[in-house]
């Protein structure tokens, strides 16, 4: 059996535990569906089952198990119905099956032209993570010549389709991020470093992309409401809440660091985006607007 047959298998699985406990039957019902669909083998019989779900818990780290009130297989743990991973290799495993179905693609699947995002390090650099490894590497700066750095690597962060090593700086003595696209000449030392604690996911929890150097606050945001559901669809961010509504405005409020990358996300939006608060943030947008008018001899 051809692995591709099993890791979809098992994340067509995930995918339906996720959304809610299955027999046996639902289960081989999804498989069946989902084989015409991509053109891969998935129908199982109940001992293959069994083996799937134990290798689900020793590959992906998934506990599923049988509820005899539901009768029904289920996901053991609540987290990870909202586990983001899972969700992307699902999607990421979606694009490859259809890359392979259509050999030329430019007839039916156009992709966006990227440069390297940096995920050719991701193994090395998890490796240097898990392990506490001092890594070395030279950063390619725009408006700088390269630089050597010397870190400690302690998790890779993704932000507006681009990945960041967030590393503590041994040179420095503080914690750095680095695009990945821009890190070349990586090597692995067999040095171990040691970097003060941090919690990841707390310290960025209220950033809008990647920097966090003004202290996270309250922002207002006043959108057409022809934007609503679009806003919606797309969040600027996980804080974001509807506070206020009328017939031609709605009203968002956010918590988050008012960084410059977020000063241009508003700028992107033009006169459908009003800032409300801070007043801060509010001058800058009218600094930006005042500059522009002056370019292009707006009176």
């Known amino acids: 059996m051809a692995k591709r047959d099993f890791i979809k298998r ?3 699985i995930i995918e339906l535990l996720r959304k809610r406990p299955s027999t046996y039957e639902d289960i081989l019902h999804y498989l069946n569906n989902n084989q015409d669909q991509i053109g891969y083998q998935l129908e199982i019989s109940q001992r293959t089952l069994q083996r799937d779900l134990k290798e689900i818990d020793s590959i992906w780290g998934i506990e599923i198990a049988y509820n005899r009130s539901k009768q029904a297989y289920e996901i053991e743990r609540e987290e990870y119905a909202e586990d983001e991973t899972i969700q992307r290799t699902l999607e ?3 694009l490859i ?7 030329k693609v430019g007839k039916s699947i156009f992709l966006e ?11 090395g650099l998890i490796h240097a993570i898990d392990n506490h490894l001092i890594i070395a ?3 390619l700066s725009f408006s700088k010549e390269p630089s050597a750095r010397r870190c400690v690597p302690i998790a890779i962060k993704e932000s507006q ?17 680095f695009g990945l696209e821009r890190v070349a000449n990586l090597v692995l030392t067999n040095e171990r470093g040691n970097s003060p604690k941090i919690n990841i996911e707390k310290s960025y929890q209220h950033a809008f992309g990647i920097e966090r150097y003004e202290a996270a606050q309250k922002v207002v945001l006043q959108f057409d409401i022809q934007q609503k559901e679009y806003v919606k669809s797309l969040p600027f961010h996980h804080s974001q809440r509807i506070i206020a509504e009328d017939q ?3 009203t968002l409020e956010l918590f988050l660091h008012p960084t410059h990358d977020f000063l241009l996300e508003i700028m992107r939006h033009g006169p459908i985006c009003e800032v409300i608060e801070p007043v801060m943030l509010r001058d800058l947008v009218k600094e930006r607007v005042k500059k522009l008018a002056q370019i292009y001899q707006i009176a």
């Open 97 to 103: 099956s259809a890359l392979k179905q259509n050999r």
């Open 10 to 12: 098992h994340l067509l």
């Open 113 to 123: 032209k990227r440069k390297s995002s940096g995920s050719e390090h991701f193994n």
């Open 248 to 250: 031609n405005h709605f």
């Open 92 to 94: 990421s495993f979606d």
């Open 161 to 177: 389709n681009r990945f960041y090593l967030i590393a503590y700086d041994l040179d420095v003595k503080d914690f750095r991020n």
């Open 137 to 139: 590497f030279d950063h």
